[in-house]
């Protein structure tokens, strides 16, 4: 009886135990990345959420969800104003508001991505805990600048938008946004100097004080934050440095990921604007592809979503 009465309780206690374990991952889950609102992840110039099993944000969203955060990716005109992009996001954010009782998103957007964040955050500061540009022409792109006058003296602006509008187009249809107004001679417009110098204008919220300075961190109730990269040719493997090579010439020398001069990148708190990546490198594009030894994105935008969560935001 005696050994019965001692075989049942080593079972009972080698139960416990399991059930201990079994739940113990639950007690100590990652929440690195954890913030009080969601984390909202906005894409640029001829970008998608996903195509296929593609992210945009190669990597990043599910990086950001196994710490915890609550993640939205969603989709814009590939090709459209800053403003018209801006709506876009607005209409979706208020959209996640009304069905998951969201009060506020931090918002990250890359490269024309960074003018659709701020935008919002203009129109609606009620809505917006944090703002954090990556690789944005804040200032403009002397790549949209050379592209806008060869346009203008050649007369091809037309053929040229309907070919690029085409492309804006399948990409939108692929990653499921076939109804989103495609305008690449406005999307350009947006991002020349002359266009960015309008927009800043009024939408001033976080503009450096001083030329290639930093700005105000917090507009409005509104935390702002930038980072960028200053290489161009990161890895022979990757078939999109080619291409970022033959744009960065029309930075004359000057520091620039290939896309978007340093000093135009900067807005807000500047976290950092020369990380040994290019344009495509900032959101872990091509593939992960990039230089050997240098900071992991995936890693970086982890570290930062970790700064607003210690931040409150």
């Known amino acids: ?14 139960a416990c135990a399991a059930g201990t374990a079994a739940y113990a991952p639950l007690a100590h889950a990652d929440t690195y990345t954890q913030t009080r609102h969601p ?25 950001l969800r196994a710490g915890g955060a609550k993640v939205y990716v969603p989709q814009q005109s590939a090709a459209n104003a800053s403003e018209v992009r801006g709506e876009q996001l607005l209409s979706e954010l208020r959209r996640l508001k009304a069905a998951y009782g969201h009060t506020k998103f931090n918002l990250i957007g890359h490269s024309h991505g960074g003018q659709t964040v701020r935008y919002v955050a203009a129109v609606a500061p009620e809505l917006v805990a944090s703002v954090t540009t990556v690789g944005t022409p804040h200032f403009g792109s002397p790549v949209a600048d ?29 990653s499921g946004g076939s109804g989103l107004q495609q305008n ?11 266009g960015a110098a309008d927009f800043n204008r009024r939408f001033p919220a976080g503009a450096p004080t001083s030329t290639c300075g ?29 291409l970022l090579g033959l744009t960065s010439l029309a930075f004359l020398g000057k520091d620039n990921d290939g896309l978007v001069g340093r000093c135009s990148s900067r807005w807000g708190q500047v976290l950092r604007d020369d990380y040994p990546w290019n344009h495509l490198d900032e959101i872990n594009q091509s593939f992960g592809l990039r230089g050997l030894f240098t900071p ?18």
């Open 1 to 14: 009886m005696r050994l019965k009465r001692l075989i049942a309780r080593t079972v009972l206690a080698l």
């Open 39 to 63: 984390i909202v992840l906005v894409h640029g110039l001829f970008g998608f959420d996903a195509v296929g099993p593609i992210d945009y944000w190669y990597g990043i969203p599910s990086a």
């Open 146 to 174: 050379a592209i806008k006058t060869g346009t203008d003296v050649t007369g091809t602006i037309g053929f040229v938008s309907q070919v690029v509008n085409g492309f804006a187009s399948l990409l939108s249809y692929l």
């Open 184 to 194: 690449s001679e406005a999307a350009m417009n947006s991002l020349t100097t002359a």
């Open 214 to 242: 930093s700005g105000p961190s917090q507009v409005n109730g509104v935390r702002y934050y930038s980072m960028s990269g200053t290489s161009v040719i990161t890895n022979v493997l990757d078939p999109s440095d080619g």
């Open 296 to 313: 992991d994105p995936v890693a970086v935008i982890r570290a930062h979503a970790n700064r607003l969560k210690l931040a409150g935001l």
